[in-house]
């Protein structure tokens, strides 16, 4: 039998695109992670945060030539690694998305209104922090139901939804709790501590402007295509245009998947890189916009 098919391109493709995700970002995550681990201290939960979130990205690319493997020349390891690999795999992306848009809470908190933020003390951080790492779970569980290995058309770990209406219920929790719920939240977070700080007399430089903005716009970026592809599924599923939703979405998934790990890359840059600067030019500004 001809193995072509092993190539084409809407595997070989997105293959490709985690394979470079992970040469960039696996060391680049790993820097972090022996970064913060020189000056950790528990007190700190930005720092606590961000190694949460070096890891999470971590995670989610080393497991990358898994799915490469996967796409290029099926699977082979048994149904319980397929349904491992990708709860996994969906942990740690929702996981990190999660912990990103905690990141923009704590900084508005803690840079506004610090007395407030000091309120919750230890039990209250570590409880938010744990129930990030929780909801990212949940979003995640669908994949140990709906992942199974078949022949398409070869041996390849792949969805099962079985049902119409499981498959609706999955892309919906997913596009809801994983884009819509943290992205407006980091939007407004980030937006209203830009504005703030911006009207204080420590404000001299626009180099926050250009953080704040590229925090927002990276992840809109990177999640909105593969959360606009859920959402365009689930309008076909409800009018019945199964063709439509299989050349539009479902040819295009790993496309979307691979591009998505983009951010996993560009995390480290954005937060763990730029938490100097944030401290910096935000510190004189809370004490002029503490409410006395």
């Not at 000091?118 to 140990?144: D, E, F, H, N, T």
């Amino acid at each position: 039998m001809s193995t072509s098919h092993h190539w084409d391109a809407e595997r070989t493709v997105p293959a490709v695109i985690m394979g470079f995700c992970a040469l960039v970002g696996i060391p680049a995550n790993i820097a972090v992670v022996a970064a913060i681990g020189r000056r950790f201290k528990r007190e700190s939960f930005t720092l606590t945060l961000m190694l949460s979130l070096a890891v999470c990205d971590l995670l989610s690319l080393l497991l990358v030539p898994l799915r490469m493997m996967n796409l290029l020349v099926g699977w082979s390891l048994g149904e319980f690694a397929c349904k491992l690999l990708f709860f996994l795999s969906h942990w740690s992306l929702n996981s990190s998305v999660l912990t990103v848009t905690l990141l923009s809470i704590q900084r508005y908190l803690q840079i506004l209104y610090p007395r407030r933020w000091a309120k919750l003390g230890p039990s209250g951080r570590w409880a938010m922090q744990g129930g990030v790492l929780a909801l990212g779970c949940c979003i995640a569980s669908p994949s140990i139901s709906v992942r199974t290995v078949k022949n398409d058309p070869y041996q390849r770990c792949t969805v099962d939804y079985r049902r119409v209406l499981v498959e609706a219920f999955v892309l919906l929790g997913q596009t809801t709790l994983g884009f819509v719920v943290p992205f407006s939240t980091l939007a407004c977070f980030y937006l209203c501590l830009h504005k703030r700080v911006r009207r204080s007399p420590f404000w001299n430089s626009p180099r926050m402007t250009k953080l704040v903005t590229g925090i927002v716009t990276s992840f809109f970026v990177f999640w909105v295509p593969l959360h606009f592809c859920n959402l365009l599924s689930l309008v076909c599923i409800a009018g019945g245009w199964h063709y439509v939703k299989k050349i539009t979405c479902d040819n295009n998934w790993d496309y979307l998947i691979g591009f998505s790990y983009l951010y996993m890359c560009l995390n480290p840059f954005l937060y763990a890189f730029s938490h100097g600067q944030l401290q910096t030019r935000t510190a004189g500004s809370s004490r002029s916009t503490q409410p006395s």
